[in-house]
């Protein structure tokens, strides 16, 4: 069973390497670029774990974190 990542972060450069990179041992199962489509993806994908960028517009991790608990 593979383990399912969700990646968050505001820059699409970024979340594309670390699709591309953690995909070949990792199951992406999804990601997102704005606090609000982070918090409905995650509750979609209900993914083992979330890759989260600190500062964000919006809030960043910390307000992803708050809205998804």
């Known amino acids: 069973m593979s383990v399912r990542v969700f990646v968050v972060d505001d820059h699409e450069i970024f979340r594309s390497g670390v699709r591309w990179e953690l995909g070949?041992?990792?199951e992406?199962?999804?990601?997102?670029?704005?606090v609000e489509d982070a918090v409905s993806g995650i509750a979609s994908a209900e993914p083992d774990v979330v890759l989260l960028d600190v500062h964000m517009?919006?809030?960043g991790g910390r307000a992803v974190i708050d809205a998804v608990r």
């Open 24 to 26: 070949r041992d990792l």
């Open 57 to 59: 517009p919006g809030g």
């Open 28 to 34: 992406i199962v999804g990601d997102a670029g704005t």
